[in-house]
């Protein structure tokens, strides 16, 4: 790999590592598409390097790296494969739970340097509070990466004596449960258009006991740890996450389809296609979208990160930008892959071809709930003054 977007050997040995690692997940980016998972192996390789542990707390023995080093490092191993950065991007955000637990148990989850959670933060489970435990069930769908976890968290909502319990302001109350990946049945429901080699099929648990200390609520709890990491939301984190994959993702695309239009000759004609006007214009257009999504999310992050150094937590308006900028850097990738695969032409159309791998992993990216074209008036609601849910932020 070559010209990538960041140079991250800087960001203390996990840059270095990562960037060894990047030829190998490069070259096996199509048998990773082909298992629908992430190889174990390589999963592996990946935690001893410590892609996983970007956001755990230093307490516990992680990195706890800015949000911008988090996204470089996501949008690089994305270059070589969308599926492997998607993968790390939510073993990453998982951690994040371990700043709210108490000490002893986010140590006996997420202390060993080599270990791989995972989870989904939407409420399809349910649990009853029996005291000291809680006794789940559910069916998680989206649970990328969960078969190379040693521990997974599943969203519930809360029950007492059969009936839901609420939050002051009326609404469901839920929380995020986590349990020994041993515990959870395993679902082939991964088959989709792209993103394939994420592994995010669903995965249920059946009465359950869970020790309560092993739950959390980003919305309704307080992060034990005072570091300003974990005063960004969950939301902004997560969609961070997904907007780097993005990101990486079209450079690789945006890079390949270079590459190809200076070496691939117009047939008939003898010349590269480097030398059409229509190529040259088009290559023009996507590379200042990129880069100016690159720069609007760069900035967006580097004020949040001011905010939450210098106050008690991101104002409205901070939050509303982060997930603006996250969005719009997740809509400009797709459309970023979508030329470069246009211009890649009928090539482009093998399965064996990166470029409809890539515009095929693009656009399953923007599916996303957390930079889903409702984010734009979710935004658009901050920035007109008006009243918003700030849970959703």
Known sequence: MVGLQYDISGIGSVG????ALMPEIA??????????????????KLADAGAFNLS???????LELTPLDFMKIVATVSEADASAGWCVMIAVTSTLGAAYMPEPTAREIFGAEDVITGGVFAPMGKAEDM??????????????GSANCSWLGGGAMIFKDGELQKFDNGAPYHRMLFFPAKEASFIDSWHVAGLKG????????????????????????????AGALYKFPLFGLLALGVSSVALGNARAALEEIKNIAINKKTPGGGRSMAQ????QVELARATAQLAGAFSYLENAINESWAEAQGSEEISAKGRANLRLAC?????????VCKTAYTL???????????????FRDAHVATQHIATAPAVFELAGRVLLDQPVDMAML
């Open 344 to 358: 890649g032409g009928g090539g482009a159309v093998y399965s064996s071809n990166n470029l409809q791998r890539r």
């Open 16 to 19: 270095s590592n990562i960037l």
């Open 131 to 144: 005291g000291d435990h809680y006794v789940l069930s559910g069916q998680w769908q989206w649970g990328s």
């Open 276 to 279: 059409r006007a229509t190529v």
């Open 56 to 62: 755990k707390p230093a307490a516990l023995g992680g």
């Open 327 to 335: 969005s719009h850097a997740t809509e400009t990738a797709a459309e």
């Open 198 to 225: 994420t592994g995010s099929g669903d995965f249920s648990v059946k009465e359950l006991k869970v020790p309560k200390g092993r739950s959390i609520s980003f919305v309704g709890d307080q992060p034990r740890d």
């Open 27 to 44: 070259a096996r980016a199509e048998e990773t598409e082909s298992a629908r998972r992430l190889p174990a192996d390589l999963a592996a």
